[in-house]
């Protein structure tokens, strides 16, 4: 089978922004926040929204099933504080969870966390624990930089971020590390501040020793790692001057990659550079590249089309699509297993 580890809820509901314009309205004292209860979406909308659109491109390009969770760019932690940011993420993740709901054997919840700046990040463990134990959540995605693209957050080996692992750790939940829209305009937020984040995201974890704290904590890298496989042999050299071992032993043991990189030469470097082992299928689809290549007539996104014409060999490519997904994200192997897959 085909796992998609990336997968946001690009489509939502018209009325989803609506809330959310309402809540952002509401602080600048424009009116009331809007309740939970003020949003009204109902099954046969979320339907509407998911049929023609992601479940649609799934069974064209034989995608089984997409790790799901809420639209990264509207997550945009940098707005209010972190009542803002926990009525918004309780929202969104209850859509999600819907969809999972709904399709049980073609989406598999993960969650946003409330997370805003300047505010300790244990304050994001009650709705972690809540998606996991209520919704069946199989992983988190988790923002480097709530500031949206300011950087004021400490890097992610700062042990101000350790309760959010150790609550990971103990749910066997991995974490997408993805940031969310970018306010700098120094940083386009899909061309250049999703990309920045998964390279620095990638060096803060060559800098410190995290997983010697939290040896089986599992991190994933997104858009292909940034820039991190096409320099590979600048952060092999970094990492020696720093003292660190081999990044192989270093950080390759609990750091992954997907293949969210939407041109065949990006992807066959990323498969020839990083082991397979630390690879994981992805599309990102419907997301911040949704047109066709007109040298190929194929969507960018359409990431199937360049690891099958990448000439891995029959078992890489079984580890890339599936098996490596089930080992990194442990409740979605029971989920499958539960359903006879």
């Known amino acids: ?17 609506a809330w959310r314009d ?12 809007p ?3 003020d949003l009204r979406i109902s099954d046969d909308e979320l339907r509407e929204t998911i049929e023609p659109n992601q479940l649609r491109l799934m069974d064209e390009r034989g ?5 799901f969770s809420p639209r990264a760019s509207f997550m ?46 244990a304050t994001c463990v009650p709705e972690l624990t809540r998606c996991v134990e209520e919704y069946g959540a199989v992983a988190l995605n988790l923002n480097p930089d ?27 939940v991995p974490a997408m590390v993805h940031v969310s829209t970018s306010v700098n305009p120094a940083f386009h937020t899909t061309g250049a501040h999703y990309l920045n984040a ?36 600048r952060f092999r050299g970094l990492a020696m001057a720093l003292g660190k071992p081999e990044l192989e032993e270093h950080v390759l043991g609990n750091v992954f990659f997907d293949t969210c990189v939407y041109h065949q030469p990006g992807s066959d470097l990323l498969f ?10 992805a599309s990102e689809m419907i997301g911040a590249v949704r047109s066709v290549d007109p040298r190929t007539g194929h969507h960018f996104d359409d990431t199937r089309r360049y690891a099958e014409a990448a000439r891995l060999s029959e078992e890489d490519w079984a580890a890339i699509r599936e098996h490596n997904a089930r080992a990194v994200y442990p409740r979605l192997d029971a989920l499958l297993k539960g359903q006879g897959r």
């Open 1 to 17: 089978m085909i796992i998609d580890c990336h997968g946001h809820y690009t489509t939502a509901p018209p009325a989803l922004a």
């Open 63 to 67: 995608i089984d099933l997409t790790v």
């Open 76 to 121: 945009a932690h940098h707005v209010g504080g972190f009542e803002t940011s926990a009525a918004w993420a309780a929202i969104c993740n209850e859509l999600c969870h819907r969809v999972s709901t709904l399709y049980p054997e073609r989406f598999a919840p993960a969650a946003m966390l409330p997370q805003s700046p300047g505010v300790d990040p």
């Open 146 to 172: 709530p500031s949206g693209g300011h950087w004021t957050a400490p890097p992610l080996t700062d042990r101000s971020w350790y309760p959010v692992y150790e609550k990971m750790v103990e749910y066997d």
């Open 22 to 33: 309402r809540q952002i309205a509401a602080l600048a004292g424009s009116g009331a926040a």
């Open 198 to 233: 998964d390279t620095t995201a990638f060096m803060q974890l060559v800098q410190g020793d995290l997983f010697t704290d939290f040896p089986t904590l599992r991190l994933i890298i997104p858009h292909g790692g940034g820039a991190v496989p096409y320099h590979w042999g």
């Open 272 to 281: 020839d550079v990083i082991p397979a082992r630390n690879i994981l299928f």
């Open 35 to 37: 309740t939970a209860a």
